[in-house]
């Protein structure tokens, strides 16, 4: 396979492998086909039909067209057609219940608040460790459980299997704690140990735990993103460590940048590589390219570690807000990479072991606040 642009030295460069990352079908972290799972029965018939129909389109993996960067019109149509997902999947009666949770989270994270939960880090990172490693976060109770209970309460709105979350909404200060926790570290033990207390459906409970920390890493990553080391190499996110949700072919030089679907950080890499086991031999990488989209839309996959991630042609970067939708608009392409025999890793790039704390002072200093 070959990447316009992508110097054959570089290609053929060895590369300090990381650790092979654990696969798994539908239990990566970015939650959403879990929830769409649960979603009401109506949805789920319309949302099957249509991921049959995008299986069947033609999407066998073919080489990517050479001769360098692509001409101003073409990234024109790119942009409109990116916006135009953002669209589609608002519109979309099936996947309303996940867009109202993406939507809740929009509002939360707009909540100043949250930068004030903001921890310190290292003046200097460590190259395989994100920001977040180790931090100590003191968060206000109120605000924790006030975020939970409307998150969980939006999702129960949606019905189905998603209704067993209301119970988990009136959960006690100590659950919320843990809830939160087990979503940040992407605790799947924990969840489910939770999910069985709250007599909550496990699946849905998962899902939305994983939006749960959203708000915080958001604020984290506008406060704390020129710290990143430009060095940083690493598939996984330099700030929480989450895999990226995709990966955007940016500007009329296409640039490789990384996007993580939690924190909304972007950072850059390198074509040819795979960001989970950092393979770079190119007779191991490919790419699975609907006819319809001009590789505009395409699904980079290892055969390596047999995983993928889908990358989308962009002149500037995805705005944090929109990044869910686009994510959520392209699940054809996650169809056709599970077709093909590809997954995205289970759980996070690296874990953080974040300790959280109540905030002191006042009424604050108390989870039950």
Avoid: N
Avoid at 182 to 198: C, I, K, P, W, Y
Avoid at 335 to 357: F, I, K, N, T
């Amino acid at each position: 396979m070959h990447e316009p642009g992508v110097d054959a030295h570089a290609r053929r460069r060895a590369r300090r492998r990381y650790r092979q990352p654990p696969r798994g079908r539908g239990t990566d972290a970015r939650g959403f086909p879990a929830l769409l799972a649960h979603a009401a029965a109506t949805g789920r018939h319309a949302a099957g039909a249509d991921r049959q129909r995008a299986a069947s389109r033609p999407s066998e993996p073919r080489c990517a067209r050479a001769g360098g960067v692509a001409g101003r019109a073409e990234v024109g149509v790119t942009v409109a057609s990116a916006k135009g997902l953002v669209d589609v999947a608002r519109s979309r009666v099936e996947w309303r219940p996940w867009v109202a949770l993406l939507d809740a989270v929009r509002e939360a994270a707009a909540d100043r608040a949250w930068s004030e939960t903001v921890p310190d880090v290292p003046g200097r990172q460590d190259p395989a460790t994100p920001l977040l490693a180790d931090a100590t976060i003191a968060l206000d109770g109120r605000l924790l459980r006030r975020w939970t209970r409307r998150l969980l309460e939006t999702a129960a709105a949606s019905g189905g299997a998603a209704a067993t979350l209301a119970a988990a909404s009136r959960a006690a200060a100590d659950d919320v704690v843990a809830l939160f926790e087990a979503g940040l570290a992407h605790d799947v033990a924990t969840l489910a140990a939770l999910a069985r207390r709250f007599g909550a459906d496990p699946g849905a409970l998962a899902a939305v735990a994983a939006l749960l920390p959203t708000p915080l890493l958001r604020a984290c990553a506008e406060r704390l993103g020129a710290r990143v080391a430009p060095t940083w190499a690493r598939g996984y996110c330099p700030i929480c460590g989450a895999w990226p949700a995709l990966a955007e072919a940016r500007g009329l030089e296409r640039e490789r940048r990384l996007r993580c679907g939690r924190c909304a950080a972007d950072w850059p890499s390198t074509w040819l590589t795979c960001p989970y086991c950092a393979t770079a031999e190119h007779t191991r990488l490919g790419s699975l390219v609907p006819e319809a989209t001009r590789e505009t839309r395409k699904v980079d996959t290892c055969a390596a570690c047999r995983g993928y991630l889908k990358t989308l042609t962009t002149l500037l970067p995805t705005a944090a807000d929109e990044l869910g939708l686009l994510d959520l608009a392209t699940v054809e392409l996650d169809v056709a990479a599970l077709e093909h025999g590809y997954a995205r890793p289970s759980g996070v790039g690296a874990p953080l072991r974040v300790r959280l704390q109540p905030r002191a002072g006042g009424l604050l200093g108390a989870w039950r606040s």
